[in-house]
C-alpha cells in the first residue's frame, strides 16, 4: 500500500486498512498524511472539511508505537475519522455549528463520542462543515451553508445535485474518501438524508444509544450521533464504538440493555430470506420517474432475496402535524445551557446574545437570516405544556405510527425512498433508521431550493425503537445483494 496509498485508499475499508497496516505496508501516519492530501486537493471542490486537526500525525505516530509494542485496541485502531463541526473536542480544533459566531471556539473536553472514539483508537482527522445550527436558523437556508465554511457541494456534481441534511459535509467527505468514515448527527433526516445523497450507509441510532453530551443540540428528545460510512459493515463498527452509558445524559440509561458486544455479528447476507418488510406507498408519491423506478426495483432484489414484501402498508399519522413548538423549546433550552458553559472569549453565552451578534455581524452571518433563533427565544411556552405537548406527539406516533404499523403487519422493518419526507415520524419518536445506496437517478427534480436531486439514491429502512441489530441486517443482506455504490469522479 506504501507505493501506491493515495490510489490504495480510495474505497478502502476498515478492514482492508488494518490488514495492510497489520502486513507493514502502511502504518496510521502513512493513512493520515494521505488522506490529508486528498483533503488538500479535493476539498476545495466540495468544501467539505472545515479544519484538519493539527495534531493528527502525532496521533497516528503513538497509535502505530502502541500497534508495535503492545496491540491493536480493535478494528479502529489508526483508523482517520471526521466529525460533524457541532462536536466538542478537547484539542486544537474549534467546533461551531457553522456559525461565525463561534468560530474561535475551543470546547473544554471531549464529547462522549468523540472520547469513545479515541478510546478505540480512531484518529480525529478533523471537522466537517455542515447546515449552520442544524439548519435550525432561518427557512430559507440551503442545506449544506454556513457562514464559517461557505457551500458543501456533492462531490458527484458540485453545485449541481443536492447535498441534502446538516450533515452533508460529514457525508461529502466519506463519499470523497478525504476519510475512512465520519459521524454526522440527525434531529429529522440529517444522518439518512445526506448519506443517501452521496451512495453512502447512514446510520440513525435510536436516541439513547449514543450520548449527546458534548455536542451543540437541537432537540433533546430526538438528537443523536451516528455513523456515515461506504459500507453497511463499516458503519456497524463505528456505531459499536460510539454507543455506551453516559451519566450526563440520562436518555442512554434506556440503552442498557440494548447495546450488543459487537454489531458485526449481525452481518448477515442471507438475512432477507427471513426477513418480513413493508412498503409505505404513501412516501413515495411525490418520486419522480426514475427514482421511482430505483425503489421498484429495491423491492424487486427483496422478493428475489427471499424476503415477505407486504405492499403496501398504510401508516395511519402519514398526515401528521409537524411537533416544531416541542422543537423550538427544546432548542432555547439546550442552547442557552450549552453556550453558558462556553470560554469567557466566546462572543456569545446565551441564544439572545447569539441573535445580537447576528445583527451586528449581519453581512457575514445573516446571509439567509435568523427567524427561527428568533422564534425560539421568543417562545413562552412554558415547561408544562411542553410536556403535556411532547406526549401528545409522542402518543400519536407510537398509536398510529411506525409501532403500530409494525406490530399490525407483523414486518420487521419499513423501506422508504432516501428522502426526508418519509423520517418524520421516526425523528418524533426518536427510532432507528438506516440508508443504503439504491442507484444512480440520472434524470431527477429539482427541489424547492433550486437543487437538482439527481444523482445517487438510497432505500432507507425503519425500525421500532433499539432495532439496530434488525436494521443491519437486513441493511448488509440489500448491500451485499445489489452493491451500487460508486465513487465519484472529482477528476474529470
Given at each position: 500500500?506504501?507505493?501506491?496509498?493515495?490510489?490504495?485508499?480510495?474505497?478502502?475499508?476498515?478492514?482492508?486498512?488494518?490488514?495492510?497496516?497489520?502486513?507493514?505496508?502502511?502504518?496510521?501516519?502513512?493513512?493520515?498524511?494521505?488522506?490529508?492530501?486528498?483533503?488538500?486537493?479535493?476539498?476545495?471542490?466540495?468544501?467539505?472539511?472545515?479544519?484538519?486537526?493539527?495534531?493528527?500525525?502525532?496521533?497516528?505516530?503513538?497509535?502505530?508505537?502502541?500497534?508495535?509494542?503492545?496491540?491493536?485496541?480493535?478494528?479502529?485502531?489508526?483508523?482517520?475519522?471526521?466529525?460533524?463541526?457541532?462536536?466538542?473536542?478537547?484539542?486544537?480544533?474549534?467546533?461551531?455549528?457553522?456559525?461565525?459566531?463561534?468560530?474561535?471556539?475551543?470546547?473544554?473536553?471531549?464529547?462522549?463520542?468523540?472520547?469513545?472514539?479515541?478510546?478505540?483508537?480512531?484518529?480525529?482527522?478533523?471537522?466537517?462543515?455542515?447546515?449552520?445550527?442544524?439548519?435550525?436558523?432561518?427557512?430559507?437556508?440551503?442545506?449544506?451553508?454556513?457562514?464559517?465554511?461557505?457551500?458543501?457541494?456533492?462531490?458527484?456534481?458540485?453545485?449541481?445535485?443536492?447535498?441534502?441534511?446538516?450533515?452533508?459535509?460529514?457525508?461529502?467527505?466519506?463519499?470523497?474518501?478525504?476519510?475512512?468514515?465520519?459521524?454526522?448527527?440527525?434531529?429529522?433526516?440529517?444522518?439518512?438524508?445526506?448519506?443517501?445523497?452521496?451512495?453512502?450507509?447512514?446510520?440513525?441510532?435510536?436516541?439513547?444509544?449514543?450520548?449527546?453530551?458534548?455536542?451543540?443540540?437541537?432537540?433533546?428528545?430526538?438528537?443523536?450521533?451516528?455513523?456515515?460510512?461506504?459500507?453497511?459493515?463499516?458503519?456497524?463498527?463505528?456505531?459499536?464504538?460510539?454507543?455506551?452509558?453516559?451519566?450526563?445524559?440520562?436518555?442512554?440509561?434506556?440503552s442498557q440493555n440494548y447495546i450488543p458486544a459487537d454489531y458485526t455479528a449481525y452481518l448477515e447476507a442471507g438475512f432477507l430470506r427471513q426477513a418480513r418488510i413493508g412498503i409505505p406507498r404513501h412516501y413515495y408519491r411525490v418520486l419522480d420517474e426514475e427514482r421511482k423506478s430505483i425503489m421498484e426495483s429495491a423491492i424487486d432484489v427483496l422478493r428475489k432475496q427471499g424476503a415477505t414484501v407486504i405492499d403496501p402498508v398504510e401508516l395511519y399519522l402519514e398526515q401528521h402535524p409537524w411537533n416544531n413548538d416541542v422543537i423550538t423549546y427544546e432548542f432555547k433550552a439546550g442552547l442557552n445551557?450549552?453556550?453558558?458553559?462556553?470560554?469567557?472569549?466566546?462572543?456569545?453565552?446565551?441564544?439572545?446574545?447569539?441573535?445580537?451578534?447576528?445583527?451586528?455581524?449581519?453581512?457575514?452571518?445573516?446571509?439567509?437570516?435568523?427567524?427561527?433563533?428568533?422564534?425560539?427565544?421568543?417562545?413562552?411556552?412554558?415547561?408544562?405544556?411542553?410536556?403535556?405537548?411532547?406526549?401528545?406527539?409522542?402518543?400519536?406516533?407510537?398509536?398510529?405510527?411506525?409501532?403500530?404499523?409494525?406490530?399490525?403487519?407483523?414486518?420487521?422493518?419499513?423501506?422508504?425512498?432516501?428522502?426526508?419526507?418519509?423520517?418524520?415520524?421516526?425523528?418524533?419518536?426518536?427510532?432507528?433508521?438506516?440508508?443504503?445506496?439504491?442507484?444512480?437517478?440520472?434524470?431527477?427534480?429539482?427541489?424547492?431550493?433550486?437543487?437538482?436531486?439527481?444523482?445517487?439514491?438510497?432505500?432507507?429502512?425503519?425500525?421500532?425503537?433499539?432495532?439496530?441489530?434488525?436494521?443491519?441486517?437486513?441493511?448488509?443482506?440489500?448491500?451485499?445483494?445489489?452493491?451500487?455504490?460508486?465513487?465519484?469522479?472529482?477528476?474529470?
Amino acid at each position: 500500500m506504501s507505493i501506491n496509498i493515495q490510489d490504495r485508499i480510495q474505497e478502502a475499508d476498515f478492514a482492508s486498512m488494518q490488514a495492510a497496516m497489520t502486513r507493514g505496508e502502511c502504518t496510521s501516519e502513512s493513512l493520515v498524511r494521505a488522506y490529508i492530501e486528498r483533503i488538500h486537493r479535493y476539498n476545495p471542490l466540495i468544501n467539505a472539511v472545515l479544519e484538519i486537526n493539527p495534531d493528527a500525525l502525532e496521533i497516528a505516530r503513538t497509535l502505530d508505537y502502541e500497534r508495535n509494542t503492545t496491540g491493536i485496541r480493535g478494528p479502529l485502531h489508526g483508523i482517520p475519522i471526521l466529525l460533524k463541526d457541532n462536536i466538542d473536542t478537547h484539542d486544537r480544533m474549534h467546533t461551531s455549528a457553522g456559525s461565525v459566531a463561534l468560530a474561535e471556539s475551543y470546547a473544554a473536553a471531549d464529547a462522549f463520542v468523540a472520547a469513545k472514539l479515541r478510546t478505540a483508537g480512531a484518529v480525529i482527522l478533523g471537522k466537517t462543515n455542515m447546515t449552520e445550527w442544524s439548519n435550525f436558523m432561518a427557512n430559507r437556508m440551503p442545506a449544506g451553508y454556513s457562514s464559517r465554511g461557505g457551500y458543501v457541494l456533492n462531490p458527484y456534481g458540485p453545485g449541481k445535485y443536492f447535498v441534502n441534511g446538516s450533515s452533508s459535509g460529514s457525508a461529502a467527505a466519506v463519499a470523497a474518501n478525504l476519510c475512512a468514515a465520519a459521524i454526522g448527527t440527525e434531529t429529522a433526516g440529517s444522518i439518512v438524508g445526506p448519506a443517501s445523497q452521496h451512495f453512502l450507509v447512514g446510520i440513525k441510532p435510536t436516541v439513547g444509544l449514543a450520548s449527546r453530551s458534548g455536542i451543540i443540540p437541537i432537540s433533546i428528545s430526538q438528537d443523536t450521533p451516528g455513523p456515515i460510512a461506504r459500507t453497511v459493515t463499516d458503519a456497524a463498527i463505528l456505531l459499536g464504538a460510539i454507543t455506551g452509558i453516559d451519566e450526563n445524559d440520562r436518555a442512554t440509561l434506556a440503552s442498557q440493555n440494548y447495546i450488543p458486544a459487537d454489531y458485526t455479528a449481525y452481518l448477515e447476507a442471507g438475512f432477507l430470506r427471513q426477513a418480513r418488510i413493508g412498503i409505505p406507498r404513501h412516501y413515495y408519491r411525490v418520486l419522480d420517474e426514475e427514482r421511482k423506478s430505483i425503489m421498484e426495483s429495491a423491492i424487486d432484489v427483496l422478493r428475489k432475496q427471499g424476503a415477505t414484501v407486504i405492499d403496501p402498508v398504510e401508516l395511519y399519522l402519514e398526515q401528521h402535524p409537524w411537533n416544531n413548538d416541542v422543537i423550538t423549546y427544546e432548542f432555547k433550552a439546550g442552547l442557552n445551557r450549552y453556550l453558558s458553559q462556553l470560554h469567557a472569549d466566546v462572543p456569545v453565552h446565551s441564544l439572545h446574545e447569539l441573535i445580537s451578534y447576528n445583527h451586528k455581524h449581519a453581512t457575514s452571518a445573516l446571509k439567509y437570516g435568523q427567524e427561527n433563533l428568533i422564534r425560539s427565544e421568543q417562545n413562552m411556552m412554558n415547561e408544562k405544556t411542553y410536556l403535556l405537548k411532547r406526549q401528545e406527539y409522542n402518543h400519536q406516533a407510537i398509536t398510529q405510527g411506525i409501532d403500530y404499523c409494525l406490530d399490525q403487519y407483523g414486518l420487521d422493518a419499513l423501506m422508504l425512498p432516501g428522502d426526508i419526507d418519509g423520517m418524520y415520524i421516526a425523528a418524533r419518536l426518536g427510532y432507528p433508521l438506516i440508508t443504503v445506496p439504491a442507484g444512480y437517478s440520472e434524470i431527477g427534480i429539482i427541489d424547492t431550493d433550486g437543487d437538482s436531486t439527481q444523482g445517487p439514491f438510497g432505500v432507507v429502512f425503519s425500525g421500532r425503537a433499539f432495532s439496530e441489530p434488525t436494521l443491519i441486517s437486513i441493511a448488509y443482506s440489500f448491500e451485499q445483494s445489489t452493491l451500487q455504490r460508486r465513487s465519484p469522479m472529482l477528476d474529470n
